[in-house]
């Protein structure tokens, strides 16, 4: 298994600022995973982050709102831009164990926006 | 595209019983198939993994079956506890190595009944 954590747990924002969520894996990992839970809903996947590389967005989801970075295999920060209410969510970082089949979660990031 | 349903989205049952949580995918090129739970405002905890060549996976009171054929996973509680109350989670991925995410349901909020 793989020990994620995030910071923050959660915050409160104000709208038009930007927030950077940190993940932190305790081994080295290919490719990290972030995720959007709106209230009341599942998750979606935002993007997929392989180190070394620009990171692959899905569908909705566009560089300039939710920048990612990648330095190492055990890092990465997504980003939160230029924040409104609907940005409301709890954002998670997704890594797969070293056979790229069970995937693993750190405990989220509870993002408010006022 | 894939789609990941649950049913029901809601269940109460008192404390001592058996459940059976249904998960439904649209697409019968699953690679595998994950069941997870998730706490209030908490991240997500890895329950059974499935690969696909596999049609059932145990983890004591826990067993989750799959069928590809028809497109269905359950997971199956035995001896219900209140400490089971919960929102549970099912996950189709639909390739290996690791490049694709997981689809996710809208999951099963559960409560069990003191």
């Known amino acids: 298994s793989a020990v994620i954590s995030q910071k923050p747990s959660r915050d409160i924002c104000q709208r038009g600022t930007s927030l950077t969520i940190q993940c932190q894996v305790d081994s080295q990992v290919t490719m990290m995973f972030w995720y959007r839970q709106q209230p009341g809903q599942s998750l979606t996947l935002i993007a997929t982050?392989?180190?070394?590389?620009?990171?692959?967005?899905e569908s909705g989801f566009v560089i300039d709102k939710f920048p990612i970075s990648r330095p190492n295999l055990t890092f990465s920060t997504l980003t939160v831009s230029n924040m409104s209410p609907e940005d409301s969510s709890i954002y998670l970082c997704?890594?797969?164990?070293?056979?790229?089949?069970?995937?693993?979660f750190g405990q989220g990031t509870r993002l408010t926006v006022v | 595209k894939q789609e990941v349903t649950q049913i029901p989205a809601a269940l109460s049952v008192p404390e001592g019983e058996n459940l059976v949580l249904n998960c439904s995918f649209t697409?019968?090129?699953?690679?595998?198939l994950q069941w997870f739970r998730q706490d209030p405002g908490k991240g997500l905890t890895s329950l059974l993994l499935?690969?696909?060549?596999?049609r059932e996976q145990t983890s004591g009171r826990l067993n989750a079956s799959l069928d590809k054929s028809s497109g269905r996973s359950t997971l199956y509680i035995a001896a219900s506890q209140p400490g089971d109350s919960a929102t549970y989670l099912c996950a189709g991925k639909y390739s290996g190595g690791g490049a694709d995410g997981l689809t996710f349901g809208k999951g099963t909020h559960l409560i069990i009944q003191p």
């Open positions: 997704s890594v797969e164990s070293s056979g790229g089949d069970e995937a693993f």
């Open positions: 697409d019968s090129a699953i690679y595998n």
């Open positions: 982050a392989n180190q070394g590389s620009e990171a692959t967005y």
């Open positions: 499935i690969q696909s060549s596999q």
